[in-house]
C-alpha cells in the first residue's frame, strides 16, 4: 500500500496492510449457478437437484418418475456419480436424453460440472427444451447441500432403512432442500424407522419444507409426488421475460 | 471432501486478491464459517495448508476461522437468540415457533498482506 495516502497501488510494500474483502467462499460458483438458473428460465425448464445418501433410491425414483410423466413431459437427466455410466444408461432405457457426469472422485457436483452437462444433454436432446431437468446428485448427504447448481427445486430424499435420526444428524441438507422425500415406505415394518420423528425433526431444521411419504415399489404416495412435478412445472412462465 | 475443493476456491480468490493489491505476501486470511455451513473446519483447515504450502504467496499465511452460531428470532415475541443448536422454545414467552436466519454463512472477511 502507498505510505502518503494509502491508497492500494503503488509505493513501498513492506508494511503489511488489511483489506475487508466480506465475500462468499461460494462466489464463483454461485455465480455459475445463477447463470445456470437464467438458462433453465429462457428454456421454461424446471430443474430439480435430488440429494440423498447412496442407495436411497434416487435413480429409481426417476425411473418410475419417467415412467409416469415421460408421456406428457420432456424429461432430461443430469447423472452424477464418482464413476461409471450405469445410472444415465439406466435412465436411456427409459426413453429420455441423458448425460452422465463423472466426478472422478469428488464427491459433489458443483454448477460448472452442471452447466457442461446441460450442454451436453441439450445436445443429446437434439435442441429441444425439457419441461423438467433432474440433476441426480453424488450420492453423498453432506457434501452436495452447499453447491447451489441453478435448481429451481432441491429434493432430499431419506429412505426408511436409514434412519429416522438422519435430519438431526445431517442438518445443512435438510435446511437448504425445498422437499423431503421419504422413500422405500413399504419397509417401515421392518426397520425401526419413525415418521414422526424424521418430519418432527426436518420442520424444526425448515419449517417450509414440502414432506412426501412414498413407495415407488408398491406406488403408494407417488401421486403427489408426480402431482406436485405437474403443477411445478407448468407454474414457470412459459415465455419468460428475457 | 467439498472441503478441499473450497480451500482451492480460497487460494485462487487470494491470489486475485493479492494481484489486483499488488501484495507478495499474505499473512493472515479471517474467515467466518457458519456452524450450518455444513464445512469441517479441520478439514478446511487442512486443505487449506496443504495448498497454500505450494505457494510462496500463501507459503507463510495463517488462517484465522471464526464459527458462527445461527440466529433464532420468535414468530411470536420476536426475541432473538444465537445458540449452536436449535432452542425448543422461546426463552422469552415459551412460544416454540422459532425462525432460524443464517448459520450456514462462508465469508471471507479479510486478508491481511504485505
Not at chain 1, 159 to 180: C, L, M, N, Q, W
Not at chain 2, 39 to 52: H, K
Request: aromatic fraction near 6%; proline fraction near 5%; include cysteine.
Amino acid at each position: 500500500m502507498c505510505d502518503t495516502c494509502g491508497c492500494p497501488s503503488a509505493g513501498d510494500n513492506t508494511k503489511g496492510f488489511t483489506v475487508d474483502v466480506n465475500q462468499s467462499l461460494l462466489a464463483a460458483n454461485t455465480r455459475q449457478a445463477e447463470e445456470n438458473r437464467r438458462h433453465f428460465d429462457a428454456t421454461g425448464t424446471l430443474a430439480v437437484n435430488l440429494i440423498s445418501s447412496p442407495g436411497s433410491g434416487k435413480t429409481t425414483l426417476l425411473e418410475q418418475t419417467i415412467e409416469h410423466l415421460g408421456s406428457e413431459l420432456r424429461i432430461g437427466v443430469i447423472e452424477g456419480d464418482i464413476e461409471t455410466e450405469r445410472d444415465a444408461a439406466r435412465i436411456r432405457a427409459k426413453g429420455v436424453p441423458a448425460v452422465q457426469i463423472t466426478t472422478g472422485g469428488a464427491c459433489h457436483l458443483d454448477a460448472r460440472l452442471v452447466h457442461r452437462g446441460l450442454h451436453d444433454l441439450e445436445k443429446e436432446g437434439e435442441g429441444k427444451p425439457f419441461d423438467i431437468v433432474f440433476i441426480e446428485n453424488v450420492g453423498n448427504l453432506v457434501c452436495p447441500a452447499t453447491f447451489d447448481l441453478g435448481e429451481h427445486e432441491r429434493v432430499i430424499l431419506l429412505s426408511v432403512p436409514e434412519g429416522s435420526d438422519k435430519p438431526v444428524k445431517y442438518p445443512k441438507s435438510f435446511i437448504s432442500a425445498d422437499s423431503f422425500l421419504i422413500t422405500k415406505t413399504d419397509l417401515i415394518d421392518y426397520f425401526d424407522f419413525s415418521i414422526t420423528e424424521a418430519r418432527r425433526e426436518a420442520l424444526r431444521l425448515n419449517p417450509e419444507l414440502r414432506i412426501f411419504e412414498l413407495s415407488v415399489t408398491t406406488g403408494t404416495g407417488l401421486d403427489a409426488w408426480l402431482d406436485y412435478l405437474r403443477q411445478r412445472a407448468g407454474s414457470l412462465p412459459a415465455c419468460p421475460a428475457p | 471432501m467439498h472441503e478441499f475443493s473450497l480451500a482451492q476456491g480460497l487460494c485462487a480468490q487470494l491470489h486475485g486478491l493479492a494481484r489486483q493489491h499488488r501484495a507478495k505476501k499474505i499473512t493472515t486470511v479471517r474467515v467466518d464459517i457458519g456452524r450450518l455451513a455444513g464445512i469441517v473446519v479441520d478439514s478446511f483447515t487442512f486443505g487449506f495448508e496443504v495448498l497454500a504450502a505450494e505457494n510462496p504467496l500463501t507459503s507463510e499465511a495463517r488462517l484465522a476461522v471464526t464459527l458462527i452460531d445461527p440466529l433464532y428470532r420468535c414468530d411470536n415475541c420476536g426475541a432473538t437468540v444465537r445458540a449452536e443448536t436449535p432452542p425448543s422454545a422461546c426463552s422469552q414467552c415459551a412460544s416454540p415457533s422459532l425462525v432460524r436466519e443464517g448459520g450456514d454463512e462462508l465469508i471471507l472477511k479479510q486478508v491481511e498482506m504485505e
